[in-house]
């Protein structure tokens, strides 16, 4: 039998999820001298995961990266297989038959939680809700959020924060001319938001958000960002933390911040050394405890929080926990509790620290919810490097056919969305946007974006 990897018989690679990390592992693998064939799986009829569906519609250069993965996805040893839910429609034991090797690119899907009393109350949602729901992301389409309130708490200081606390700042005119899905658009036109409250559980050195998202912050039209100087006053350990030049630029920006006097209608105030103890209401969020807290540590960038046991309590409406996501399990596929992600040495999924054969991750189910979209070039190319090392020993599947699997999704009714149909999926979005001085009217249902290929 010919060696995997030659043109007689092609490596077949299946790669699971069709978001940065994916398209990072499948553009190595192209380039490679080993002929390899990649079949990328999908559970959206759309592609190219938090990129469409994670991104902030006022970041749209951010997903200029989209035009460098249909690249890829346009080489005709690629395949893209869209609308198929993998551990639902196909079984991982079945992938197993067609492919010689599977990467998990599944990324993080939910939320970690805070693990307080009230987290689950009316009016308190996880930042993944929100950011989908304004990206029109069919999972989280039919959810409402009451913006009828007033006052709004952002637990967490990350950027995905800062996506969710400026999109409540902005006004509809910042926003109309974005691809923000029309129902968000539509609900935050009538939002009477006008109280922020961000919430970091460590000091603004410690802060997880970049430059240029907190400096933004400083440019809204109706939302000026307010910062009590105290709160900007550095113990030794955290002053060295400066040494590091984004942290540097994050603490100048807010002491810019500290010294404005706020003018405009809405307010964005930044907490910093405060952690929810407990959401208070009757059937609704009606105020958030927060615990007082004090850094702990004599290294820098380890500093960790710690109650002092002061409390104070925060009337508000709602409550956005933007804590850091989470992995959800495949079926199948050893998964780690601990961490949220599936258990792999540099990419090798192991079992019990031993590598089981064949298989691979990349991107946040590898390491974890952290990073932007570049940091998973370098992550997903050390992971293809091993499976290509590990390719001589690659036990070849039964099935060798792509044809095989396509035959076996229809006969289970499985409507597969080929890269061509996401074109024209892609193409009746824009068309829909040019109408409405938008870049594109996304559908927010698995049915409208099918029906466009029935048209
Ligand atoms: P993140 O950067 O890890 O931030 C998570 C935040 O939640 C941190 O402030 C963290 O505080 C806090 N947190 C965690 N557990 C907590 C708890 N139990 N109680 C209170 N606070 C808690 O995660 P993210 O914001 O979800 O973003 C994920 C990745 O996507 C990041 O690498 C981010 O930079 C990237 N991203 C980039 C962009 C962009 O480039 N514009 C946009 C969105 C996301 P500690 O620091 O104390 O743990």
Redesign the pocket.
Known sequence: MAALGTAERPLRVAIVGSGPSGFYAAAPLLKHEAVCTIDMFERLPTPFG?VRG???PD?PK?RNVIKVYEKTARDPRFNLLANVKVGEDITVEELRQYYDAIIFACGAETD????IPGEELAGSHT?TAFVGWYNGHPDYRDLSFDLSQEVAVV?????????VARVLAKTVDELKHTDIAQHALDTLAESKVREIHV????GAA?????P??IKEMGALEACDPVVDPAQLVLDPISEAELSDNNKAKNVEHLRAFAERTPEKPRRMHFHFLA??VELRGVGRVESMLLGRNKLEGDTPFKL??RPTGETFELPCGLVF?????RGVPIPGVPFDERWGGIPNINGRVTENDIPLQGLYAVG?IKRG?????G?NKPDSLETVKLLLEDAANLVPCETPSTEAVLDMLKARGVRVVTLDDWLKIDAAEIAAGEAVGKPRERFTRVSEMLGVLEA
């Open positions: 938090l994670g991104v902030a970041h951010i970690r939680r805070l693990g930042a637990i967490g200081v990350g950027n995905v924060a800062m996506d919430v970091g559980r460590r410690q802060a997880a958000f970049t240029l998202e952690s929810p960790k929080a926990r933007s804590i850091g996501y946040w919810p952290s990073g932007i979209i940091t």
